[in-house]
């Protein structure tokens, strides 16, 4: 996908471009946002970049050619109209609510908060202050995930009886500032991470919110790398495997009545379609966007268009709200695995 | 206990360090300090509630930050390769000036060569059979200079480590026998396996932190049991509930080995130099996809070259000067350590119930 196509999709370039802050200067804005924003002339002459190091924001604002670094966010509200927020997660929501009651609009990295009450939060002070909060949960735009919610919205398969979804791969995320580790660390981990992805698409794709019956991970106090979840709502029964150690079979499978869809996380070719009778269908996925950072881009060009057109985000703050609810109620009942292979340095306790 | 003590971990984003982190920490004797080199390296010891810091061996200003306030220094950074003995002299360099206690470097016992027999640590060393020999037959080199110098230093030469975690002697070994494809024959692995489970390792590795007697001295570190690298494949193979492997005889094996060995080389040069332009062919285009895990697949069945010479040695490396100095004392037998393995194996989703990966 080109910058010329989006902005045919978006619409940019019918009035004046926005003034847009990235606020947080890490491993996403520098790989996703920054480069999709300083692409457009007249977007770029009015982007400030801020980081609290500021040495990383004004690196950062010579790669891309942007002029205007700061070192806290609060000093450049009153000059803008949008911001990005890309800080890590803890800081999403006290910088998020800043910016709301500021009257600036805001597209938050995910996860948007770290409680439904936060959420609740937010999005009361978006409504009072007549501004957008968008979320950068771009796994909604992915092919896959697309196509499953257009499949379970036909009533494809009927009622859904089982939705179990796996995803992990080795930790590799070329963090700046290492924000979910160690003493300073915010002790959540992969579930807040890959899982407000992941537990996102579960509320969409049902379009509901089930309950929480079991939650497992193994941190020892610091954020989890492996987590497992359990969940239902009455009628569909479900299951969550997220890892930052191994890579996990990446897919996701959701039983119903009438059939059965299985399709791939990172595989964007094709979803399938069992029936009952174990008859498989390809359902091919001729998308333009084929790699996440299409997806990435398109939610940023679309958070362009929407500080100008003010019509609903790709993905609002209120969409994501029930995914937020479940990652806190998996965490209020957080418990660590059994690990034989962890506890049994009991054995050498003749050596410390 | 020892909770005054303050060890510096480097390389604790790996297998050995990880697991020394995790027992040091777990078990309250010292404060840990875990060092990685990226953040990326941090999600398991990340689990912990352990102060992190990130250094680069390879910057001396970063090195003598991650030494202020520790006494003792455990050196499980991996520093192989042309030009590894700088990031660990700058290691040994600010540990001697911050006057910490003690500095355990482990080594290898890779550091003999291809020998037979058994093997003590009296034995010679070199010549080196790979970059990680020689490059660890440098590193003792180093660490012999600040031995002399002073630095309380101790020098573990482990051998075949393997346990939850780890990529090379257990998780790989598992993905080829679950693959039904590996083609290596059983003529050619009646070596030696020197199977040693991590804890015993880590159990070593407490050892020469607090043993005075441990200090200017290189030790062995083994398991007990002298099985063949058959044992352990077939052990682990029957754990995970792998089938038979790909029959192939050893002429057979050797030359697929052989003719695949320029591809491993050219992959290996392409992932290393040009690895970002070719994820982005990967994450954009199914058939680059296709071909790239084809490859991959073809890579990880076939044996590597050096592999050979490995699996027929027979050389066992004895541990009676660490269990006479040390009290060092393996707890782990191979069927405790697989079944532990495999436990993680299962947990962690590498081994399905069905016994696929």
């Known amino acids: ?352 | 206990m020892r909770s005054d003590h303050r060890v510096l971990i480097t390389g604790a984003g790996g297998f050995i360090g990880g697991r020394v982190a995790e027992v040091l920490h777990s078990s309250g004797c010292a404060q840990v300090r875990a060092s990685v080199r990226r953040w990326a390296g941090a999600a398991r010891i990340g689990r912990l509630p352990v102060e992190i810091v990130r250094c680069d061996l390879a910057d001396p200003a970063q090195v003598d930050l991650a030494c202020d306030g520790v006494t003792a220094v455990v050196q499980c950074a991996k520093v192989t390769g042309p030009g590894s003995e700088a990031p660990l002299r700058n290691l040994l360099e600010a540990a001697y000036r911050r006057g910490v206690t003690r500095f355990v470097h482990l080594s290898t016992t890779e550091v003999y060569g291809a020998v037979d027999g058994d093997i003590d640590e009296g034995h010679a060393v070199g010549p080196g059979q790979s970059d990680y020999a020689r490059s660890k037959i440098a590193a003792e080199r180093v660490c012999a200079e600040y031995m002399a110098r002073g630095l309380p230093l101790v020098i573990l030469r482990p051998s075949i480590v393997y346990g939850p975690f780890s990529e090379v002697w257990t998780v790989k070994f598992v993905e080829r026998l679950l693959s039904g494809r590996w083609s290596l024959p059983e003529v050619s692995c009646r070596g030696t396996c020197n199977l040693l489970y991590v804890d015993d390792l880590v159990a070593a590795i407490g050892l020469a932190l607090w043993s005075d007697r441990a200090v200017g001295e290189t030790f062995n570190v083994n398991g007990s049991e002298r099985v063949s690298w058959n044992q352990y494949f077939r052990a682990l193979g029957t754990a995970v509930g792998a089938g038979s492997l790909d029959p192939k005889g050893p002429l057979a094996a050797h030359a697929d080995a052989w003719l695949l060995q320029p591809l491993r080389t050219s992959a290996h040069f392409l992932l290393n130099h040009q690895r970002d332009r070719i994820m982005a062919l990967y994450e954009r285009y199914r058939p680059v996809r296709r071909f790239m895990r084809s490859v991959q697949r073809l890579m990880r069945k076939v044996p590597d070259t050096g592999e050979f010479s490995l699996y027929r040695r027979t050389a066992f490396y004895v541990t009676e000067k660490a269990q006479r100095i040390l009290g060092y004392e393996p707890k782990f037998t191979m069927p405790s350590g697989i079944a532990l393995s495999v436990a993680w194996l299962r947990h962690e989703g590498y081994v399905c119930d069905g016994g696929s990966v």
């Not at chain 1, 495997?241 to 059965?260: D, M, Q, Y």
Request: glycine residues 8%.
């Open chain 1, 1 to 352: 996908m080109t910058a010329g196509d989006g902005a045919r999709e978006t619409g940019l370039g019918r009035a004046a471009a926005p003034a847009v802050a990235v606020v947080g200067c890490g491993a996403i804005a520098k790989m996703r946002h920054v480069p999709v924003l300083a692409e457009r002339p007249e977007v770029r002459e009015r982007l400030i970049l801020v980081d609290q190091d500021l040495d990383r924001a004004r690196e950062l604002a010579h790669a891309f050619g942007v002029a205007s670094v700061a070192a806290d966010y609060r000093d450049v509200l009153g000059k803008v109209d949008g911001v990005v927020i890309a800080l890590p997660h803890h800081l999403h929501f006290r910088v998020a609510l800043d910016c709301l009651r500021a009257g600036v609009h805001v597209l938050c990295e995910k996860p948007l908060a770290e409680s439904a009450a936060e959420v609740a939060e937010l999005l009361a002070a978006a409504e009072q202050s007549h501004v957008t909060l968008a979320v950068n949960n771009t796994r909604r735009l992915f092919p896959p995930s697309r196509r499953v919610h257009e499949l379970l919205s036909e009533g494809a398969i009927g009622a859904v009886r089982f939705l179990g979804y796996y995803d992990g791969g080795k930790y590799e995320w070329p963090s700046a500032s290492g924000f979910a580790f160690g003493l300073r660390g915010t002790r959540k981990g992969v579930l807040l991470d890959l899982g407000a992805h992941v537990l996102d698409l579960v509320c969409w794709w049902l379009g509901r919110q089930p309950q929480v019956t079991a939650y497992a991970d193994d941190s020892f106090g610091g954020s989890e790398a492996v987590a497992k979840l359990s969940f239902t709502d009455g009628v569909t029964h479900g299951e969550v495997h997220l890892s930052w150690v191994a890579k996990l079979r990446n897919g996701f499978r959701i039983e119903g009545e009438a059939g059965t869809i299985v399709g791939s996380v990172y595989d964007w070719h094709a979803v399938e379609l069992v029936s009952p009778s174990q008859k498989r269908k390809v359902i091919p996925l001729n998308s333009r966007i084929r790699t996440s950072s299409d997806a990435g881009r398109l939610v940023v060009e679309d958070f362009l268009d929407v500080i100008q057109s003010r019509r609903p985000p790709l993905v609002s703050g209120r969409d994501v709200a029930p995914s937020i609810a479940m990652i806190e109620a998996c965490y209020a009942r957080r418990r660590r695995f059994d690990m034989p292979w962890h506890d049994d340095w009991e054995r050498i306790r003749y050596a410390l």
